[in-house]
């Protein structure tokens, strides 16, 4: 159990488009998600708490307009960069919250995202 | 403001020995420790946590040590083995209030078990 799906696995694209990543827990619902983003060698780096049928909580530095999140059902939660940039690739994980099971957030398997 | 700290870039132990991996927090009012393993391109996988009130937790061959007054943790893997090797990230959380759920990384440790 506490599966969580993340699509696409990787993705290139040029600069100036707009990417989704997509985020399904599996095998439970999920009120919160978060998304992180990972930089070679060094941390995960919580870019917003996603939160069904609200607004997403960014963390301080990050644009809400460059980074839409939509958790529009307690399932899925996307993260849309928007006219990406190559200072934008890096690694995009996110996570469920399985509120039942302790407080723990089970990760997805991440999205690489090269940015042309 | 590293509020999670690894200090260990990267840790070699031998096959069948011990793996300590230790882990330091500055803030306070942290109450829940985890510890995940990461393999490259792939998403942590949740291995073992420990609430505040307690000092030890142990499942299988994974064992979390808290001593709250030093703020510092650890995971030790006993026997280690060389499907081990991966990148052990430790993180923390405040539950409750608008932090509930929110974790806070430290930089990872990379664990080699060798043979």
């Known amino acids: 159990g506490a599966v969580v799906s993340q699509h696409p696995s990787r993705v290139i694209c040029k600069s100036g488009t707009s990417v989704k990543i997509e985020c399904r827990s599996l095998?439970?619902?999920?009120?919160?998600m978060f998304w992180y983003r990972q930089f070679p060698k060094q941390s995960l780096m919580l870019m917003a708490t996603?939160?069904?049928?609200?607004?997403?909580?960014?963390e301080q530095g990050v644009e809400k307009d460059k980074f839409l999140i939509n958790h529009a059902s307690l399932t899925l939660s996307t993260l849309t960069v928007t006219s990406a940039h190559p200072e934008d690739s890096s690694f995009y994980i996110c996570?469920?919250?399985?509120?039942?099971?302790?407080?723990?957030?089970?990760f997805g398997a991440g999205t690489r995202l090269s940015v042309l | 403001d590293q509020q999670v700290k690894q200090n260990s870039p990267s840790l070699s132990v031998q096959e069948g020995r011990i793996s300590i991996l230790n882990c330091d927090y500055t803030n306070s009012m942290f109450d829940y420790f985890l510890w995940y393993k990461k393999y490259p391109a792939e998403g942590p996988t949740f291995l073992i946590s420990i609430s505040s009130i307690k000092d030890k937790n142990e499942d299988g061959r994974f064992t979390v040590f808290l001593n709250k007054s030093a703020k510092h943790l650890s995971l030790h893997i006993v026997p280690s083995q060389p499907g081990d090797s991966a990148v052990y990230f430790c993180a923390a959380s405040v539950r409750g209030g608008t932090s509930y759920g929110k974790l806070t990384f430290g930089q990872g440790t990379i664990l080699t078990v060798h043979p």
């Open positions: 996570s469920a919250l399985r509120a039942l099971a302790k407080n723990i957030q089970y």
């Open positions: 095998d439970f619902q999920a009120t919160t």
């Open positions: 996603s939160n069904e049928g609200s607004k997403a909580t960014y």
